[in-house]
Structures are given as C-alpha cells and as structure tokens.
C-alpha cells in the first residue's frame, strides 16, 4: 500500500473542514442569550472566535471551560487551543496561539560574548529550536534582577525599600533598589484602649486603640451592653397643685427603667390670688395637704372659717416656705375650726398681724386643732382677748415664736375651754394694755376651763402696763408647770404668775413639776415670781428665785413683799403626786426668798 505524507497545512485544512462540520451540526443547541441563531457564536472558525450559523432555535449562554492546547506555538509557527462549553460539549471554541520567535543566545564559537551593558560579536542560536546565526554583532544582555530583598519595611506613614543584584552582579555589580508603597495597614498599635464611647444600658460601647506613628490611625473593639449604666431622670407623673404634692418617678430615658418615686413639693404660693385659689381648693377637702409659701403677701382678715366646715373626716393643712402672711384688714388670719388641723412647719414662715386696733385675734383655733413647729406669730393688735392666738379647741408648741402681739387680755396667748401644749420654742415680748379697767396676762391668759402644759421653752419678757396681773402668765383655769422656764416679764401683780380663782370655786391652780421662774418683776405690789389669790398653787420640784440671789439677773422682785412668792387667800403648798391624788409635804407662805424644792422637799 502507498503511504501519504501531509503536510502540516494540510493537516490544518483537514481540521477545521472537520470542526466545521461538526459546529453546523450542533447549532440548534446554544444562542449566548440572543435568541436567534443566525447572528449566535454557536462555531467559531480559527482565530476569530466567530462563525455564522443558520436557522433559529432557543438555547443558552455558553459555559466555556478552560483553554485545551491542541498544536503548540514554536519560534516560527502559530498554535492553537480550545475550550468547549459544558452544557454542550458539541460547542466549542478556539484561539490563535502567536509564534514565539527565537530566543538567541551567544554561540560556543563566538569571538566575543556580550555582557549586561556591552554588545558582544560572533554566532548565534536559537535555545529553543536549531536555527543559527553565522556571524554578527550580539546584542547587550541587559541587567536582569531577581530576589529582592526588603531593606526598610513600608509603614502606614511611610514608604519602604527592597535591594536585588544583578544575576551577573559579579561581572557589573549592578544594585537595583525599589520603593514600596506606604502600607495602609502596617501600624505599631499601642494596645492601651481607652473609652470613646460608653456602654449603656441599652447600646455596646467603643473603645479605641492609636498608632504610635500617627494617632488619626484608629482601631476600635465594642464594649458589652453594660445593663445598670442607665441614665435616670425625674419625671412628672401628676403634677402638684397649689393645695397637693405631685408625684415623679426617676425614669431611663434609654430603656424606661424606673428606679424610684419621689413627691413633688406643691406648687408655690406668691401671690395674694394664688392664696386664695388654694383656699378655695381647700373647702371642704378631706385628707392632708402641704401649702408651699414663696414669697410675701396680703391676707385680708375674716370672720369666717380659713378651710370651709369639714363635717365627715379630717382635714390637716401644713404651711412651710419662707415669706410673710401680711394681715390687711380686720378679721382673722386663720380661723381653724372642728375636724380641722393646721401645722406651722418652716421657721421662715411669718405670720404677720394687723397694727391697727380690732377686735380680732391673728390665729383662732376654735374646736379644731394646731401645731407650731416652726415659725413665728406676730405683731397683731386686738383691743380685746387673745392678740396672737385664741385658742378654744388644742393647740401644740414644738417650736417657734409667739411674739410681739397685743390684747387686752392674753397678750401672745388666750386660751379658754381649750389645751395648749407648749413643748418648746417661746412665748415672748407680747404687751396687755389697758382700754377700761385691769388687763391680766401679757404672755399666756389661761381662763376658766382652759388647759395649759408647759414641758418646755420660755414665757418670757413680757410687758403689762397699766394695773395689770400676770406678767408672763395669768392662771384662772389649769396650769402644768412641768419644764421650761418663766423670766423676765412684768406686771403690776404678779410679775411672773398670777393665779386666780375668778369664778370663786373653780378650782384655779398652778402645779410646778420642774423649771425655774426668774427675773421677773411686780411693779406695784407682791409676787414678783408668783402671786397666789383665792386659789392653789403646788410645788413638786423646782425653783422660784427670790430677791437675795447673788445672780441678779434670776432675781425675782416685788415692791410690796413677797418677791419669790406671795399669798392672798389662797394655798400654796410643796409635796406630791401619787396618781392624781395630792399628797402635801408642807404649807409654802409669802417670802422674798428663793425657793427650792425636790420631790416635794425644801433644797
């Protein structure tokens, strides 16, 4: 048989004669999303990627896998490769691989072999096929560099370098050196954290590490929810009136945890309109209610009840601030009256009388109740009884001032068919003065059926002018005398105390338990600490001072005799209490000696 020889030609007619073929067979198959066949890529022929196809039909777009050498380039000659689509391996595509020309290097014979910068001469051949060249110049070889070694590393601040030597360094000693670029990301971190942004109760906080190159450059790392790190405020939830405290909850504002409740002080009263307002809210309330005085204002006087009539429950009122409740007309500041209490309670609190001259008390407590903790009751002018407070229901002294008022009857205090507790502050600088006839008991009037106790503070420095009885305390009703201290006051009978059975038989008395009564004066006639007439006076302990004492200041004295104690038709007497019942130690008389008793016992 006769061999055939092909040339590589063509070999590469016959080839693509067959791709051919086998492209048209396949065209119904893919379209690259075009739609119509007569313009797809469905075939390519050699080096275009593209052949024509014919008809139309649906299809895909193709999924090429990777280029396949099928003839390899040489020096002279092109190659060629293939990839086929994987959805349909009968599409295929192809590339023209280019010649890679020759790769000369020096002959074994040339005269002179070239360097990195200087030609060379003589033969050449090719290290890739066996083409030559005779004779001729060769060119220069050109540094090549390879292996570079980094001599400063590139930071996020600055650039750095890399060295190589030439592969032929010991022939050219040639160093190639480099830049490299700044390095964003190179920093030397100080790892110290500091706190940027808190954590709270309902967001992750920041913390932020610098560079020490440059502190613009920032790492950051989250802090945990932190769930007590709230941030609490106080929020209103019922607003106060005039008459009423409100009501606040500390609230987060971040995740409205609340942590507590607190009152809300009422709102201030300023003005004589807010006064009356809250009055008017006030009528005929029950319960507890807080007024919160702010400010100096008038008040016109009444003859009405201040609160209304409170028929079913209770009623309290409580003062506190600081300024000054001005009397402006006749009439009473405050009128308290059954079932109702009100409670002085700020020592800048003032309640001021009227100079001018009526017929009315500043404070009348009749059939309800106070209470002075703090605060002070004064300047009220009353041509009758009871120039500061009246008192016919109970009246309790913790504290405070009653003082500067006038009367003609009960200067600071008249108290009739009803209680006064004095348990601490003073009673002082109050006057009686005469409008027709005898005025009796600067300080404290006490009147048939009226009870006073005293467990404390002073009765002090009040002034009766005129023929007067009971500088510091006029006693027709009950007095206890349990602590405290009477001084310094003046009257014409009775400097101190004057007690008197006016109503002959019912039973005035004076019981002394404890305290000092001193420095007081009877400008007339006896009883400069204690004038006893037609009714009972009773020592248990305590001291009456008399005119010899080496302290002139407690010296009690008396123009007519008796400065520490003086009897007109009455009975004193020392000793003690067992229950109610009195149990005498001994009869006192009229001395102008001091008097010392313990227990019912002379000291």
Known sequence: MRKFRLSYESKTDCFYGLLAVIF??????????????????????????????????????????????????????KGEAIRVCSINASHMETKVIPALDHDWVAGADAHTLPTCTTEGYGSQVCTRCDATIPEGVIDALGHEFENYAITHAATCTTAGSKTANCIRYSDCGEIDTQAIAIAPNAHNWNNSYT??????????????????????????????????????QWVTTIAPSFIAEGLE???????????????????????TTQ???????????????????????????????????????????????????????????FWISSNQTLIIDSANLILQGWSSPTASELVCVGGGSMELRNGTITGNHNVGIGGGVYVSG??????????????????????????????????????????????TGSGVYVREGGTFTMNN????????????????????????????????????????????????????????????????????????????????????????????????????????????????????????????????????????NTIRVLNGALQ
């Open 249 to 271: 909850k500390e609230i987060c504002s971040r995740c409205d945890d609340e942590n507590a409740v607190r009152t809300a002080d009422p709102l201030p009263i300023t003005t």
């Open 457 to 592: 503070g002073k009765i002090s420095d009040n002034i009766a002018s005129g023929t007067s009885r009971g500088g510091g305390v006029y006693v027709s009703g009950t007095f206890m005398m349990n602590n405290g201290e009477i001084s310094g006051n003046r009257a014409s009978y009775g400097g101190g105390v004057y007690i008197y059975d006016r109503m002959y038989g019912n039973n005035s008395s004076f019981t002394m338990a404890g305290g000092t009564i001193s420095g007081n004066t009877a400008s007339f006639d006896g009883g400069g600490g204690v004038y006893v007439y037609e009714s009972v006076f009773r020592l248990v302990t305590g001291t009456i001072y008399g005119n010899s004492e080496p302290n002139t200041a407690l010296r009690n004295t008396a123009t007519s005799g008796g400065a520490a104690l003086y009897l007109s038709n009455g009975t004193a007497q020392r000793g003690i209490f067992n229950g109610t019942t009195w149990n005498s130690a001994g009869n006192l008389s009229t001395t102008d």
């Open 394 to 439: 109970t009246f309790i002294m913790n504290g405070g001032k009653i003082s500067g008022n006038r009367a003609s009857n009960g200067g600071g205090v008249f108290v009739w068919s009803g209680t006064f507790t004095m348990n601490g502050g003073e009673i002082s600088g109050n006057t009686v003065s005469t409008y027709n006839g005898v005025v």
């Open 275 to 333: 006064w009356n307002s809250a009055l008017s809210q006030l009528n005929g309330k029950t319960g507890s209610y807080t007024l919160n005085i702010d400010g100096s204002f008038d008040v016109a006087g009444s003859s009405e009840r201040t609160f209304g009539t409170t028929t079913n429950g209770s009623l309290t009122v409580t003062l506190k601030g600081n300024g000054t409740l001005s009397l402006s007309s006749a009439g009473c500041l």
């Open 24 to 77: 048209a067979l396949a065209l119904a198959g893919c379209d690259n999303g075009t739609g119509t066949g007569g313009n797809d890529n469905n075939t390519v022929s050699p080096g275009t990627g593209t052949a024509p196809g014919t008809g139309t039909a649906p299809g895909h777009i193709h999924q090429w896998g990777g280029w396949e050498v099928t003839a390899s380039a040489t020096c002279v000659e």
């Open 195 to 232: 706190v940027t942004t808190q954590p709270t109760c309902s967001a992750t906080g920041i913390e932020t590490d610098t560079c020490s190159r440059n502190a613009a450059h920032t790492r950051t790392r989250t802090i945990a929810i932190a769930p007590n790190a709230h941030h609490y």
